[in-house]
Structures are given as C-alpha cells and as structure tokens.
C-alpha cells in the first residue's frame, strides 16, 4: 500500500452527482459544491450507517472512493 500511495492519493467518488467529464469542465466553486455533497453523504454513513468492529474494519454501506495518481486530484 505505501508503493500505491506513494504515486496515487483517494478522494471521495462523486459519480453519484456528477461524470468525471462533468467535473473537469466545472468551475472551481462548482467542484466544491459537488464534493460537499460527497462529504455530507460519507458523513452521514458514518454517523448512521456504519459502525466499528476493529478500528480498520467498517461494516455497512460502503463509502464510494476512486484511487488517482497524484497531483491528478480533481478535488485537490
């Protein structure tokens, strides 16, 4: 994992409000806004949703991410 993440970084997904293509053409703001509400879903299921077995281990509904190489953020 340290070699992948020397070389790549994880967001939260926003497929779900927007197409990668959507979001390159999107102005600052507009990104923003796109990934606050990415946040507010991922915090809502893991105020809700989710819960602890061991401290890495989540059980529930999953929290959508995409791995991409740095410094290629498109929430950066």
């Known amino acids: 994992m340290a070699v992948i993440f020397s070389t790549h970084s994880v967001e939260l997904a926003t497929n779900d409000y927007a197409s990668e293509e959507e979001v390159l053409k999107m102005d600052k703001e ?3 806004n796109i990934w606050k509400m990415a946040k507010m879903e991922a915090e809502r299921k893991l105020k809700d949703e989710l819960g602890t ?3 890495l281990q989540l059980r529930g509904k999953p929290i959508k991410v995409k791995v991409c ?3 290629r953020e498109l929430f950066s």
Request: without cysteine; aromatic residues 0%; hydrophobic residues 20%.
């Open 30 to 32: 507009e990104r923003r």
């Open 53 to 55: 077995v061991i401290t």
């Open 69 to 71: 190489e740095r410094g």
